[in-house]
């Protein structure tokens, strides 16, 4: 028997958002471990960011929900990534594919076109030691669902603060 | 060309008989984030957890590292990816709840793996899918006494602040005042105001009425009653439904709907029952994405599917920024779509920021339904 103190388990997972032409965007996440190797590939339609397309492929995997979830995913086209698209997604698919890894790549996928856009917007930005502390509290005030949603908006936080002091 | 892209690597570690040492690396064009968390293999309870920041947005995310902790103690078992997502992404930061949940889902697989080689050493022929399909993660002992030392309780939710009122919505002019959206805790998983006490803070605004929309969710007749009688406020039903399309608020349609419905089959049923529907909160979180920067018309927007099956649109939520207000009015306006306003009130404090102004009296759900179908009726801004 192998000895317990050598055992390793390593996984990557990469999700890559690429323009795909006429404002369309392709995202792709990729996982692989011991398990598993599949790829999830969603096309999204700007500026509505629309899902136009879910495909899903299986190389190698032996867990058989995954499998049952291929097909499922396709209905996912039409729903618009942003808040609540998760339950959606899960909605959608029902209780077989809910908790698969398929789908839990989908929403990766999607939550890659967000970011995308965050950073489209973060590089406009000067270098952040420039910035003043009120562009982050005018930010946190135009944008009040911010407030409370991570530790660098929680209330007690500078950014938040000063804030809710001026208004 | 490629426009964004994010790595993650897991590599788990055997460290002890029952400990698994994860190591987790999130590596972004925006964030770059590391943790290390060290699972019991039998529970696939969390014993310790640390991270450390690479790169950031803004200068308070460091603070996230303090907010860590209350992970310790958390299990992989069924609610964990929702606690995960409350606890450390609204406590700490959203990325290392993400990076959090796939190092956690590293350790199960790495548990089934070493339970795997352990059963293949006593049975050779054992192959690897045979395995799989008797492998459940939750045979494990029960919890130990000794690592409840490490459990800290998960930090109580924040409660959201008001959204600013959008500065030109009207007020209003003496008509009679109505919360269309209204979230009750415990009906609404999301929301933590009990009912009575909303009712309380309602009527003291000055409100005249309310209508409940806990999220598929239908209240019986009896208990709005005798919430009713026992206040002396018009309390009324309606519903939030999830469809395909995103959240639409139902009124007249008394139907428990279970999960996600096609927004095609909802209009289905609500229109064999009379009701009305009003999609609510449209572009919420949609400006705030960058959506704005690439170019959305009001045109555009107005020709999306969900449209097509509603009656009006909620153009004032106090969920929502009031840019994402002001572009759900232009939307109805184009669409010529009356709109309703709601608070989307999910704690105390926020009933009635917003609401619908009626010109006529509404006394029941099918005078409400009625008035709706009248237009009868304009969104307000009713609270500071």
């Not at chain 1, 789908?103 to 917007?121: N, P, Q, R, W, Y």
Request: net charge negative.
């Amino acid at each position: 028997m192998a000895n317990p103190k050598r055992f390793k388990f390593s996984r990557s997972r990469c999700t890559s958002v690429e323009a795909a032409g006429d404002n369309l965007l392709r995202t792709v996440c990729r996982l692989n471990d011991m398990f598993c190797e599949m790829r999830v590939t969603v096309e999204v339609q700007l500026p509505d960011m629309e899902i136009k397309k879910v495909e899903g492929a299986i190389e190698r995997c032996y867990d058989p929900a995954e499998h049952r979830a291929i097909p499922l995913l396709p209905q996912l086209a039409g729903i618009r990534v942003g808040p609540g698209m998760a339950k959606i997604f899960k909605g959608l698919v029902g209780e077989e594919a809910a908790d698969s890894q398929l789908l839990f790549m989908v929403e990766e996928a999607c939550h890659g076109v967000i970011l995308s856009s965050t950073k489209d917007m973060a590089a406009m930005a000067p270098n952040e030691d420039d910035l003043p502390a009120e562009i982050f509290q005018s930010m946190a005030k135009a944008n009040t669902r911010l407030i409370g949603r991570c530790a660098a908006y929680a209330p007690e936080s500078s950014m938040v603060r000063g804030a809710l002091e001026e208004g | 060309m490629l426009k964004y892209l994010r790595n993650k690597t897991m590599s788990v570690d055997r460290t002890a008989p029952d400990e698994l040492t994860v190591f987790g690396v999130l590596d972004d064009d925006l964030y770059g984030v590391e943790m290390t968390a060290v699972f019991s293999q039998s529970a696939l309870e969390i014993l310790s957890v640390s991270g450390k920041w690479h790169r950031y947005t803004t200068p308070e995310c460091p603070r996230a590292l303090d907010m860590l902790q209350p992970a310790v103690g958390m299990r992989l078992e069924p609610g964990f990816r929702a606690r995960v997502a409350k606890v450390i992404g609204r406590g700490a930061c959203r990325h290392f709840a993400n990076l959090l949940l796939e190092m956690g889902h590293a350790a199960k697989n790495a548990k089934m793996a070493i339970e795997y080689q352990e059963a293949a050493a006593l049975d050779p022929g054992l192959s690897l899918e045979a395995f799989i399909a008797d492998w459940r993660p939750d045979q494990a002992p029960p919890k130990a006494a000794a690592q409840s030392i490490h459990v800290k309780a998960p930090a109580p939710p924040q409660p959201a602040p008001e959204t600013p009122p959008l500065a030109d919505a009207p007020r209003p002019s003496g008509g009679m005042v109505i919360d269309l959206h209204v979230h009750t805790a415990p009906a609404s998983p999301c929301a933590s105001a009990p009912i009575d006490e909303i009712i309380r803070e309602a009527k003291d605004l000055g409100v005249h009425g309310m209508v409940v929309t806990d999220h598929n969710y239908v209240w019986t007749s009896d208990d709005i009653k005798r919430l009713r009688d026992k206040h002396g406020f018009l309390l009324l039903r309606g519903n939030e439904v999830i469809t395909d399309q995103g959240d639409v608020l139902v009124y007249g349609l008394e139907r428990d709907i279970k999960g996600v419905i096609r927004i095609a089959d909802l209009r289905a049923q609500v229109i064999e029952a009379k009701g009305f529907m009003v999609m609510a909160h449209p572009f919420r979180g949609f400006l705030i994405t960058g959506a704005e920067q690439m170019g959305l018309s009001v045109e555009q927007a107005a020709q999306r599917e969900m449209f097509k099956h509603v009656d009006a649109i909620e153009v004032l939520n106090g969920k929502v920024t009031p840019d994402e207000n002001g572009f759900a009015a232009k939307v109805a306006d184009a669409l010529s779509l009356p709109g309703t306003g709601g608070s989307d009130c999910h704690e105390m404090g926020t009933i009635g920021c917003y609401a619908t102004e009626f010109t006529v009296d509404i006394n029941s759900e099918a005078d409400l339904v009625q008035a709706l179908h009248a237009g009868s009726y304009r969104p307000v801004r009713f609270r500071d």
